[in-house]
């Protein structure tokens, strides 16, 4: 809005009078949308098939780019299209491991190719107890939960080091019980919420690194299709096996 205290205070993505175009209006379904004129950036040579993704991506920059990254290691949790764009900016950004986990072998096969140096399949492997082995012990520097599950949850606050970080943008559908004393007070951990993108900052971020060649996206765009078949792009959506879904409109 430009007018509440989160604005004037450079913190726009959480400004309380925000509406959200797809979610309080229409938004790319529509034939027609009314744009802030803030909100136009260029792509500068950015494919127009990345283009299309680079809202979630967003999301996955800001969860990562908030923390401190160089030298580091870093366990995602869920890899979902943008728990595997965490992934390739964590490596972009010079972690010096990159954990992911998920209960899909697909999406796991996702994060490889975006540069995860172990996955781990949360359904059939003890997630917490690789982490440590693969740290020394310590458990990680970083944890991005991006799934919110609950179970992923207290895996994510098990598995982060004495000191570390937890970045969470996974929602849960409900109440989740943390237990405040054991798993954040007594480990001295930085617990923070990811809200959308930072205005403009992610934005620019992302530009920079899509257009010098830091971040390639492209493995997780596993299906693309014309408009007239968005009955079948809903329907790869909703198998849950797919990344991100391209449609395009000639």
Same mark, same amino acid.
């Given at each position: 809005?430009?007018?509440?205290?989160?604005?004037?205070?450079?913190?726009?993505?959480?400004?309380?009078?925000?509406?959200?175009?797809?979610?309080?209006?229409?938004?790319?379904?529509?034939?027609?949308?009314?744009?802030?004129?803030?909100?136009?950036?260029?792509?500068?040579?950015?494919?127009?098939?990345?283009?299309?993704?680079?809202? *979630?991506?967003?999301?996955?920059?800001?969860?990562?780019?908030?923390?401190?990254?160089?030298?580091?290691?870093?366990?995602?949790?869920?890899?979902?299209?943008?728990?595997?764009?965490?992934?390739?900016?964590?490596?972009?950004?010079?972690?010096?491991?990159?954990?992911?986990?998920?209960?899909?072998?697909?999406?796991?096969?996702?994060? $490889?190719?975006?540069?995860?140096?172990?996955?781990?399949?949360?359904?059939?492997?003890?997630?917490?107890?690789?982490?440590?082995?693969?740290?020394?012990?310590?458990?990680?520097?970083?944890?991005?939960?991006?799934?919110?599950? *609950?179970?992923?949850?207290?895996?994510?606050?098990?598995?982060?080091?004495?000191?570390?970080?937890?970045?969470?943008?996974?929602?849960?559908?409900?109440?989740?019980?943390?237990?405040?004393?054991?798993?954040?007070?007594?480990?001295?951990?930085?617990?923070?919420?990811?809200?959308? $993108?930072?205005?403009?900052?992610?934005?620019?971020?992302?530009?920079?690194?899509?257009?010098?060649?830091?971040?390639?996206?492209?493995?997780?765009?596993?299906?693309?299709?014309?408009?007239?078949?968005?009955?079948?792009?809903?329907?790869?959506?909703?198998?849950?096996?797919?990344?991100?879904?391209?449609?395009?409109?000639?």
């Amino acid at each position: 809005c430009g007018r509440c205290l989160q604005c004037r205070t450079g913190n726009s993505h959480i400004c309380k009078n925000t509406r959200i175009i797809g979610v309080d209006r229409d938004g790319a379904f529509a034939e027609y949308i009314a744009m802030p004129a803030t909100n136009v950036l260029p792509l500068d040579g950015v494919p127009t098939t990345v283009g299309a993704i680079m809202d *979630p991506m967003g999301n996955a920059f800001h969860a990562v780019l908030s923390a401190e990254i160089q030298g580091s290691s870093v366990f995602v949790v869920g890899c979902g299209p943008i728990g595997c764009f965490a992934v390739g900016i964590a490596r972009a950004a010079g972690a010096a491991k990159v954990i992911a986990s998920d209960v899909n072998a697909k999406r796991l096969s996702l994060a $490889r190719r975006m540069g995860a140096h172990v996955t781990i399949n949360a359904a059939t492997d003890d997630v917490v107890r690789t982490v440590l082995d693969e740290t020394g012990g310590e458990g990680a520097d970083l944890v991005c939960e991006m799934s919110g599950v *609950p179970s992923a949850l207290h895996q994510a606050f098990a598995a982060v080091r004495l000191g570390g970080r937890v970045q969470l943008l996974g929602i849960p559908k409900g109440e989740v019980p943390v237990d405040f004393a054991s798993e954040i007070i007594f480990k001295g951990i930085t617990v923070y919420g990811v809200i959308g $993108r930072k205005m403009y900052e992610t934005w620019h971020q992302m530009r920079r690194y899509l257009t010098t060649g830091l971040l390639d996206p492209r493995p997780v765009i596993t299906h693309q299709f014309p408009l007239a078949k968005i009955d079948e792009a809903l329907a790869a959506i909703r198998a849950g096996d797919a990344g991100k879904i391209i449609l395009e409109i000639a």
